[in-house]
Structure formats: C-alpha cells, structure tokens
C-alpha cells in the first residue's frame, strides 16, 4: 500500500505500520518486511492484486476518524495498591480489562513472547491478563488480530481492544460500527522497531555473557528513584538474577526517552490531538501534583479521557465499585501537562544520523554516539541524591530553563 507497491496511495513516511491492510486483503497478497531502519512496510503483490481497495478503506492514514473533545479529563488510580502498581502509570487499564472478562468477554493487548518479540496477543481470563500490563516502548505486531477480531464480534463476543490509536483507529475501521467493540488507545509520542529492540538487548547479552528471559519497563522496581526504570531476568547457565536500572542505563530506553528512534509517521502523528479516535484515552498525567497536592505522578496516577457512551459506562462501573480514585479537571489541564494531546513529537535533528549510523558503523561506535548520556556522571549523581533533595535540584533546573 505505501509508494513502493503498485498502489502508490501512502507515502513511506505516512505508514504506521498498524498491518490492518495485511488482514483485509481478500488475496492475502499484502506481506509485511523491514525497511533499512528496520521498521515494518506492507508491500503488495502486483500480480495477485484484484485492485479491491479494501485496504485503503480500512487504512487509518487515510481515514482517520475522531469523537468530538472532551470537556474535562480524570486524574485516576485503582485504589487496590496492587492494581496499581501492576500498571505503569494508575493501572486503569488492568481494571477495565477484567471488567470485560467478567462480562465473558476477550480483551487485546500488547504482550511479550517468550522471545520477547511483541504482538497483540487475545486473552480470557484474568490470569492471564498480566502479559498485557505496563506499556511496551516498542512497536507491538497485531498481524491477524484484525481478522480474528471480526470474527469473534461475528459470533457476538464482547471486546476489548487496546493498543495505540493509530490501532485503534484501525480496528474501528476494520469493524465499523458495533457495540461489542470497545477500543482503549494510549496516550502515544511514538514507537521505536522491534528489531533495534532486538539488536539492543543481544548487545547487553554478549557483553555480559547472560541470556535475557524477561524484560519490563516503566517496572516501577524502586519508584522513589524515577518512573521510567526498567527489569529484566537473566539466566548465565548457573543462575537466574534480576537486574533493575534507569532509562539511561539502556542504550534502547534512552534513545527511546530521546525520540530519536521512532518510526517516521509517529513525527507526523494525526492522532496527536485532543479529539481522540477511541472510546477511552489513558496516559500518564505528569504535573498533576500541581493541582492537587495530595496526588504524585510519579506515584502512578493516570490521564483518562473518556470519548464515548460506550467508554463513559465502563468507567462509570469503576466507580460505582469504588475501584478507582477520580479527580475531575478541565481538558486544557490534561492538553497543558501532555504534549501528545497537542502536537505529534517533534523531528530530532539526530534522528536521521543516528539511523543512518546504525546501517553502517559499529553498533558500539553508535550507542556511543547516540544512545548514552554524554555526562553520565550528572545522571548518576542526580539519581543518587536522596528525593527531597532531588526534587529541589529539579525546581532549580526547571526554573532555570524558565528564563533561559
Ligand atoms: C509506546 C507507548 C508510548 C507512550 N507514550 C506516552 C506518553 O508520551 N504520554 C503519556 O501520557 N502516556 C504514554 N503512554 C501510556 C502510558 O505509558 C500508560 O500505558 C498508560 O497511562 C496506561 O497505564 P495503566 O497503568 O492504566 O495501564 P498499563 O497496564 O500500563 O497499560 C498497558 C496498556 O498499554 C498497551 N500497550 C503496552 N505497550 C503497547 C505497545 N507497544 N503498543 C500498543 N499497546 C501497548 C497494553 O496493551 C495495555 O493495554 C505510552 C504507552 C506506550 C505503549
């Protein structure tokens, strides 16, 4: 579907990757491969191509689709202290989830093969549901969930799909209208490649002579130190350990944190706005300490939007279960404190360096270059300080910033 194919109706860029094209197809002639920088592209078979244009209808670069805004936006958190931190922001997702699978209902989520490669994966009991938790800094594959989706609301399955909203957007498109299609979107600055995932946690492999068997981030292993921290389990052959560590202590997580390796389309993000695509919204809501003091970002409290009937009644269920903590506040709070409600994030000038560097010098020349902090120093004395003290040195820093 995007230039390189016979239906030149997408530019390269303008592709996210979302693969709905894949599973519409009526001829199964649209297969997926990567591009130089590793990111996955639909390319169609010209011969077997019967010109249908069901992917262009169902595409959601070219049929975005919006509710109207909301006047106000949830500061929220499940008030169950392991619900929340289960979650990487206020384990709102996790709620909403076993609500549908107590209705006897699926819900889809981005989770972890034992590969660690990440596809949308369908799950039907709570149990099972931990897979799905915490966001996933890497594009997620939902090759086949589109079609078995439709399928399953066919055969009068209620679902719950959640994933980012250029997902979400297209799964609303591949359904249409139905009540049994419930769609929850992330709040979303953009996703990186599973395969510089990969490249990145076999170097950590090779140079420390483990295997990596799981991988969390946003683990909130020690939440006085920063949110954005990560978990993994290896195995050296004799024994299993846990690792836990900062952002900038993974080349992956800080170029990540950088912007600097996210897919084209996420730079020109159509979902980055305050009118959102699906039934429920969930971000992060940084800064919320600054309107109601009794409430911590950093604690895990999340930004819901609510967009529909259909995504106000199961929030509502929350609440009437007295599940979650809800503070209600005016949109412009949520659009001030998240700059994915305004604007797609901005092009890094390194960005084209850097993958440019990645297809031609050492991958240890290019985290050198790109993916570690020049003055690591600053950051290991900075998460060494104790909080409060932190916290003061970050009000200096901000208010410098402020007048510079
Ligand atoms: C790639 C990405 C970027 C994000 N960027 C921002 C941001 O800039 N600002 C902000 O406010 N919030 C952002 N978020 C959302 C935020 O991190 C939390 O996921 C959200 O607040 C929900 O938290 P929770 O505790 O309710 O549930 P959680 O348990 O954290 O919810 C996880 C949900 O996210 C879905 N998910 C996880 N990883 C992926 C993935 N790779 N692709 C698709 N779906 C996925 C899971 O299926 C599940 O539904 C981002 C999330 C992702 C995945």
């Known amino acids: 579907m995007v230039n390189e194919s016979n239906i030149s109706v997408l530019n390269h860029d303008d592709c996210c990757g979302c693969k709905a094209c894949g599973d519409v197809c009526p001829k199964s002639c649209i297969s997926f491969c990567e591009d130089k920088d590793g990111f996955m592209y639909p390319h169609v078979d010209e011969v077997q191509c019967i010109s249908c244009k069901k992917c262009q209808r169902i595409c959601p670069e070219l049929k975005p689709s919006y509710n109207t805004k909301n006047a106000s936006a949830i500061a929220a958190f499940a008030l169950n202290q392991e619900a929340r931190s289960a979650g990487s922001s206020g384990g709102i997702f996790g709620l909403l989830a076993q609500e549908i699978i107590k209705k006897g209902g699926k819900v889809w989520g981005a989770a972890f093969d034992s590969d660690l490669q990440l596809h949308h994966e369908a799950v039907t009991n709570i149990e099972d549901l931990t897979a799905l938790y915490r966001s996933k800094y890497i594009q997620s594959d939902p090759e086949g969930a589109y079609a078995q989706i439709k399928k399953d609301i066919s055969e009068g399955t209620l679902t719950l799909f959640s994933g980012t909203p250029c997902q979400c957007n297209a799964i609303k498109n591949f359904i249409g209208k139905s009540d049994l299609l419930i769609t929850v979107e992330v709040i979303c600055h953009g996703v990186p490649p599973q395969s510089l995932f990969n490249k990145l ?163 240890e020349d290019v ?38």
Request: contains cysteine.
């Open 201 to 363: 946690i076999a170097y950590l492999e090779r140079q420390n002579h483990y295997k990596i068997t799981s991988f969390a981030f946003r683990s909130k292993s020690d939440k006085a130190l920063h949110p954005q921290s990560f978990t993994y389990v290896c195995d050296n052959g004799k024994r299993k350990m846990t690792v836990n560590g900062l952002h900038y202590q993974f080349p992956y997580y800080f170029g990540f944190q950088k912007y600097i390796t996210l897919r084209p389309s996420c730079y020109l993000c159509k979902w980055a706005k305050p009118e959102r695509t699906a039934d429920i919204t969930l971000g992060d809501f940084w800064g919320i300490e600054k309107y109601d003091s009794s409430l911590d970002a950093k604690e895990g409290v999340s930004m819901i939007i609510v967009n529909t009937e259909a995504g106000k009644s199961l929030i509502e269920s929350l609440e009437n279960q007295k599940k979650i903590f809800t503070e209600s506040f005016p949109i412009n709070v949520a659009i001030e404190n998240n700059g994915c409600l305004v604007s797609p994030t901005p092009l890094k000038k390194e960005r084209d360096a850097f993958f440019k560097a990645l297809n031609v010098e050492p991958l």
């Open 367 to 404: 985290i050198y270059n790109y993916l570690r902090p020049k003055r690591k120093f600053i950051f290991d004395i900075y998460y060494s300080l104790p909080k409060p003290l932190r916290q003061i040195v970050r009000h200096l820093m901000d208010k410098r910033m402020k007048y510079e």
